[in-house]
């Protein structure tokens, strides 16, 4: 089969059509790229990598939350849906924000997580209370009491990450 660069692409040309379609890509060309990412990441300031880690975290709980929604029985679903996803959430942000956000920090790895998990005991609390009001009180659609949810919690978690989770010493950098 032939082949062509489209798109910056190495593609193969279908035979029947003559239109460029992708060429397979290995592991080897997908962590490349992951890796590449991360470096880019991490020659961003703190707060653009904090953003930036939110953005992915954010896209994965949603997917997560939607999932635990649709197969959640238990009243008020909304609220326990959020409960759960959000601990679920922890794990995971706490990952991604070690390896992304603050990746010059002198802190072991066991340390951060049981911060983490003490601060989101702190941030569930307060976003399960406000999505309790905001469902079963007020009427807010489930969807949009995740929004505000959300929103309304990432203010406490970043200084909360700031200040407790990742405290200590950077090897790298000046503390941005």
Known sequence: MAQQRFMGLVCKM???????RPASISRFEVKASLAKFVYWVHAQRELVRVCITAAIGTVLAWITYE?????NWTEPRATTSWT????????????????????????????SLRRDALAGILVATAGTVLNY?????????H?????????????????????FVFRGR???ETGQ
């Open 133 to 141: 009001v905001l469902t079963e009180r007020v009427g807010l659609h």
């Open 14 to 20: 279908n035979r029947e059509t003559g239109e460029p």
């Open 170 to 172: 950077r090897s790298k």
């Open 143 to 163: 969807r949009q009491a995740w929004v505000a949810c959300l929103t309304g919690v990432a203010t406490l978690e970043y200084a909360l990450l700031k200040l």
């Open 67 to 71: 999932i635990i929604y649709f197969v």
């Open 84 to 111: 759960l996803a959000f601990a679920i959430g922890v794990l995971r942000q706490h990952h991604l924000h070690r390896t992304l956000s603050f990746p010059e920090i002198d802190v072991s790895y066991g340390t």
